[in-house]
């Protein structure tokens, strides 16, 4: 139990074009959904929180208006890239949490890769 | 705030030999901790968690971990390594719902 998927998983760009990569819990709902970001050989970077059906917070230095955050069901994330550029290339990571018997465990997806040329 | 310490940023060890990867952490009240572990390429996958009780947690792959409060400290060990066991482990403490990971401890097995 407690499946996170991550599509796509591999995602290659132009610069100024967007990207979306979709976060699902397979078997579980999940109220709050958490997207982090990886840069090679370092550790994750919490970019924002979800919780279905309200707006995303984001943590300090993250731009809310690049990284478009939608929650829209209780088993859906979409991050949204808006006019990439190379320095947004990196691994992306979602996770989930369970609402109600597992409030403080997370469920990480694959990640999807990012590379913006 | 809460922080994690991973003061081992590799370790090398020999198939069959045990593993033992030190956290520390910083949190004002009683943590919730992690272990995951992230393989080449790949998401986190859970270890174990200690939320409260007894302070020797099990894990899943013959994994284990002791919280120790009076050392802030929350080491994951295993008895005897497996080339499988080669990947990046992270030490995660949660507060406030939100994690907070060290930066992690990447383990390499040599036959």
């Known amino acids: 139990g407690a499946v996170v998927s991550q599509h796509p998983s591999w995602v290659i760009c132009k610069s100024g074009t967007s990207v979306k990569i979709e976060c699902r819990s397979l078997?579980?709902?999940?109220?709050?959904m958490f997207w982090y970001r990886q840069f090679p050989k370092q550790s994750l970077m919490l970019m924002a929180t979800?919780?279905?059906?309200?707006?995303?917070?984001?943590e300090q230095g993250v731009e809310k208006d690049k990284f478009l955050i939608n929650h829209a069901s209780l088993t859906l994330s979409t991050l949204t890239v808006t006019s990439a550029h190379p320095e947004d290339s990196s691994f992306y990571i979602c996770?989930?949490?369970?609402?109600?018997?597992?409030?403080?465990?997370?469920?990480f997806g694959p990640g999807t890769r990012l590379l913006v040329l | 705030a809460q922080s994690v310490t991973q003061p081992d940023i590799h370790i090398t060890v020999s198939e069959g030999a045990s593993l033992e990867l030190r956290c520390n952490y910083s949190?004002?009240?009683?943590?919730?901790l992690f272990w995951y572990v992230q393989s080449p390429g790949q998401g986190l996958q859970l270890l174990l968690k200690?939320?409260?009780?007894?302070?020797l947690v099990q894990g899943i792959k013959g994994f284990e971990a002791e919280f120790k409060r009076s050392q802030s400290s929350f080491n994951l060990r295993k008895p005897s390594v497996h080339w499988s066991d080669a990947a990046e482990y992270f030490c995660?403490?949660?507060?406030?719902?939100?994690?907070?990971f060290g930066a992690g401890t990447t383990v390499t097995v040599r036959a």
């Open positions: 949190y004002g009240a009683t943590p919730y």
């Open positions: 996770s989930a949490r369970p609402g109600l018997t597992e409030q403080e465990t997370q469920y």
């Open positions: 995660a403490v949660d507060g406030d719902y939100k994690l907070s």
């Open positions: 200690y939320f409260s009780g007894d302070t």
């Open positions: 979800s919780n279905e059906g309200s707006k995303a917070t984001y």
């Open positions: 078997d579980f709902q999940a109220t709050t």
